[in-house]
């Protein structure tokens, strides 16, 4: 396919941006596949100044897939309960309206379900204001698939044929004792999102390509190792997927529209911000294909 559209670069091995684009106008068939195209290759795309309803946001979401429920039901969109609401603010009786730490440790989105989403699609309504250079509220992203790449010859066959562990329990206990306010799991929740194993070398479900898909947010063990050897494993290849080489951190604008892929990468939120620094920022996630 011949590109038409301004696509740049956001980072070497991930990323990139896809400039004067309104995607509440534009978005045709031929422009889609376009998009769907670099978004594959490249594993995050970012389009600017964008100005989308909530129903813009799920029309454009669907085009990628099935859309996803999530489980934390009080934090949706009233009406459009596809849209989970990210954001430090609270209500007139001092409660969060959303989720106000989403993403503190890195992570792909769902990996702890047995098929995984294919993508998040992240718009930005309010984001805490720049003091000169200095922007609050980033988001890092990784690339799994330019991580495994990299890997040496001697990793590449140990962890061949490797299985491990992912829960949503594990991230939601960590947040919970480092002094979230999110309240605690039901069990009609637990029963929802139980564990589940990935291999620790996962292909692609569209291009086919590796990806190291191990996070520290939801990876808790690896199959067949003693608990401290899994530690030490899991530990090695989350430290190598954040190397600066795989990594783009972006600083986030009102209209920001992000999508990326959970097959092929990871994100960390940085939460450098606190009220009166407000930040709104809703979400939708794209089902397995």
Not at 189 to 200: D, T
Request: net charge negative; proline share 5%; charged share 25%.
């Amino acid at each position: 396919m011949t590109l038409t559209m301004a696509i740049r670069p956001l980072a070497p091995a991930i990323g990139a941006e896809i400039a004067d684009f309104d995607l509440a106008k534009d978005l045709d068939d031929d422009s889609f596949a376009e998009i769907e195209s670099t978004f594959n290759e490249r594993g995050l795309l970012l389009f600017r100044r964008q100005r989308l309803s909530e129903q813009q946001h799920l029309d454009l979401s669907r085009r990628f897939g099935r859309l996803q429920d999530h489980v934390l039901k009080p934090f949706l969109i009233p009406g459009y309960p596809q849209i989970l609401r990210i954001t430090n603010i609270l209500d007139d009786d001092g409660q969060p309206m959303g989720i106000g730490d989403a993403g503190l440790f890195w992570h792909s989105d769902t990996s702890y379900i047995q098929e995984p989403c294919r993508c998040s699609l992240l718009y930005a309504m309010e984001v805490p204001a720049r003091q000169g250079d200095r922007s609050f509220g980033d988001t890092m992203f990784s690339s799994l698939t330019a991580a495994y790449d990299a890997l040496d010859e001697s990793t590449r066959r140990q962890i061949a044929d490797l299985s491990s562990e992912h829960s949503f329990g594990k991230h939601y206990a960590r947040m919970q004792a480092a002094g979230s306010k999110r309240p605690d799991l039901t069990e009609a929740q637990k029963r929802e999102v139980p564990s589940v194993v990935h291999p620790v070398v996962r292909p692609h479900p569209i291009t086919g390509r590796k990806a190291l898909y191990v996070n520290d947010g939801y990876t808790t063990r690896i199959l067949g190792m003693a608990q401290a050897e899994s530690d030490a494993l899991i530990d090695r290849l989350t430290q190598h997927t954040i190397r600066p080489a795989f990594t783009y951190r972006h600083r986030w604008e009102v209209g920001d529209l992000l999508i990326w892929d959970n097959a092929s990468t990871q994100h960390l939120a940085i939460a450098d911000y606190a009220l009166p620094q407000r930040r709104l920022m809703h979400r939708t996630t794209v089902l397995a294909a």
